[in-house]
């Protein structure tokens, strides 16, 4: 496995959204949809990092925004110590070369009237890689055969519609990794596939890109996924990321009350398991307007007085784990 340096470093990432309102008279000033409201994240080269939370917290934009497809509000991304901007600024096409995605539908992934071959062959063109279109059949044989699509010359010759949604969903991950990325953000990748064959895809994405030495962010609901395919896992609530760290320190010490409870309603096979389910009531407040206090105070059954006046700086809650509550501070004290 390639060494881990660190690939992606993000400070203080904001994507804020200007608001329509339906009564400007009696809403003066202007007001902000905060989707992503401060992020600092690392990922090295070669590594695994899992991205959890609720629907809405901002998994998705944070997602848009490391691949180009967002621009920040305010903030930092740096590949390899350049801005993103810069890179994207001074060859849009290069900068896609090294932050490449997949997508979670498959199916929508591919142009249906195009062969296999043609939708492989096509980016390997446009970025200049291999000679000449005998080169490029044989790289894409290859990564086929890589992937476990045999015989490979059968698959160049099939459309989309022919294939099941895993081979689809094979065959977009090895598109993206003929590339060559340096990072790459899976967006739910194996949720709309069969049971049986999300393994064999997890299994593949990560012989893959740890021999290629590519970094991932990895964003998933499940966390029995997260769990599997993460070295290290960040929790998103509203916007910000509220506790951080290595997989097992998050699955079995989570410090944050919000990680608590998203864990106690991870479902189990262990039969002796008698974890108690947490139940988070109500929904998640509106990403407008943000009080000052944390977010998650109006439906943590453990918040006090304080949660409600100040949001909660990030503390050390281990040699790489990370937590922005004031219960856990309040119980190191």
């Known amino acids: 496995m390639t060494e881990l340096t660190t690939l992606l470093e993000v400070k203080n990432l904001k994507k804020w959204y200007p608001c329509r309102r339906k009564n400007r008279l009696f809403s003066p000033g202007k007001e902000w949809v905060k989707a992503v409201d401060g992020i600092d994240l690392t990922v090295n080269s070669g590594e695994v990092v899992g991205i959890i939370g609720e629907s809405g917290c901002g998994k998705s934009t944070l997602a848009r925004m490391l691949i180009g497809l967002e621009q920040p509000t305010t903030g930092e991304i740096r590949y390899n110590g350049r801005l993103s901007t810069d890179l994207i600024r001074d060859d849009k096409k290069g900068f896609h070369r090294i932050a490449q995605t997949v ?13 296999i071959g043609s939708l492989l062959m096509r980016p390997l063109k446009m970025h ?51 590339l060559n990325p340096a990072f790459m953000v899976v967006d739910e990748p194996i949720s709309m596939l069969d049971v049986s064959v ?13 021999q290629k030495g590519t970094g991932i962010m990895f964003i998933s609901h499940d966390i029995s996924v997260i769990r599997y395919v993460s070295d290290r896992v960040a929790v998103m609530y509203l916007g910000r990321i509220v506790e951080t760290g290595r997989t097992d320190d998050i699955i079995l010490h989570p ?10 309603n991870c479902s189990t096979i262990d039969p002796d398991d008698q974890t108690e389910v947490i139940r988070i009531e109500g929904e998640p407040p509106s990403p407008v307007g943000t009080g000052p206090g944390c977010f998650f105070a109006e439906r943590c059954p453990k918040a006090s007085a304080h949660c409600w006046r100040a949001y909660p700086s990030v503390t050390k809650a281990g040699e790489s784990h990370e937590v922005s509550c004031f219960i856990y501070q309040r119980e190191q004290r």
Do not use: K, W
């Open 198 to 210: 999300r393994a064999d895809i997890l299994a593949m994405l990560l012989v893959l890109c740890r």
């Open 103 to 115: 997508f979670q539908n498959p199916f929508d992934t591919f142009t249906p009237n195009d062969r």
């Open 128 to 178: 200049n890689i291999g000679s000449d279109s005998a080169e490029r059949r044989e790289l894409c044989l290859s990564a086929l055969e890589e992937g476990g699509l045999i015989p490979a010359a059968d698959f160049l010759n099939r459309y989309p519609h022919e294939l099941s949604g895993g081979q689809l969903q094979r065959i977009s991950i090895l598109r993206s990794l003929l």
């Open 255 to 264: 410090r944050h009350p919000y990680t608590e409870a998203l864990l106690s």
